[in-house]
């Protein structure tokens, strides 16, 4: 575990209403870009579960001959990314049963959603099936099994409790990838310390829809956990709290 100083971007992304989610270009699609060279066939890119759509309209300036697709179960969702770029194509689907023909791209992403799905098995197999061959899938997530020290987890153990049945664990989440047939899977984690100043998380707390972990806990669990750090924000003895965050990123290619 490394302590550095705290990069919110990054940090935001593990929030999955995060004001930074996306709004940079995603580099591993260029370094797919990049290891692929010049073909062809035309390009195409999917994001599942792709929320508001910021990381395909950051990925876009880059790659402006592709066809881009985003898809999310939510209408709501879909009806603000189309505000943004009617360039992109904003389709209504559940990402375990992606609606697309075989062999139908050439780079899937699906960023800090994984844990949302009900089908887990269904999504990988899916996107195994709408990969072109030497495409590539890459997810981006938090890893709640090597992060017990998350700021969220200390204000609201339930959430810790709950995270622990939605996420699967990095060995689980690499059997699942070689089991339908991915290869050159590999997984970055990045794990590090950071001091979270507790008035500037109240605020965020406070906002409950800002993390699918507040959401997730009763609101018994909520209300305690957000009563607990009014009093530490309050009494001005705790400043701030040394957290931690392991963030992941697996990379898996359709041979």
Request: charged share 20%.
């Amino acid at each position: 575990m490394v302590s550095q100083r705290v990069n919110y971007d990054l940090i935001a992304h593990a929030y999955d209403s995060g004001p930074h989610r996306g709004k940079e270009v995603d580099p591993n699609l260029l370094a797919y870009l990049a290891e692929r060279g010049e073909t062809a066939d035309p390009l195409r890119i999917l994001d599942l579960c792709c929320g508001t759509g910021n990381q395909l309209i950051a990925n876009q300036p880059h790659v402006s001959a592709a066809t881009l697709v985003g898809l999310d179960l939510f209408a709501g969702m879909l009806q603000n990314a189309q505000q943004k770029s009617e360039a992109i194509h904003w389709l209504q689907g559940d990402s375990a049963f992606p609606p697309f023909a075989n062999d139908s791209f050439d780079y899937v992403s699906n960023q800090f959603s994984f844990h949302h799905v009900q089908d887990k098995v269904g999504m990988i197999e899916g996107v195994h099936r709408v990969l072109r061959r030497n495409g590539r899938f890459v997810m981006q997530n938090i890893a709640p099994h090597k992060m017990t020290g998350w700021i969220y987890y200390h204000y609201f153990p339930t959430s810790y409790t709950l995270d622990l049945d939605h996420y699967l664990t990095l060995d689980e989440l690499q059997t699942m990838l070689a089991k339908t047939g991915f290869v050159n899977i590999q997984l970055e984690c990045n794990h590090f310390t950071y001091e979270q100043e507790l008035a500037q998380f109240l605020v965020l707390a406070e906002t409950r829809v800002a993390a699918s972990q507040l959401m997730a806990i009763a609101d018994a669990d909520y209300e305690a956990g957000l009563a607990r750090l009014m009093t530490d924000v309050n009494d001005h003895l705790i400043p701030s709290y040394t957290s931690e965050i392991c963030l992941i990123t697996l990379h898996a290619d359709k041979k």
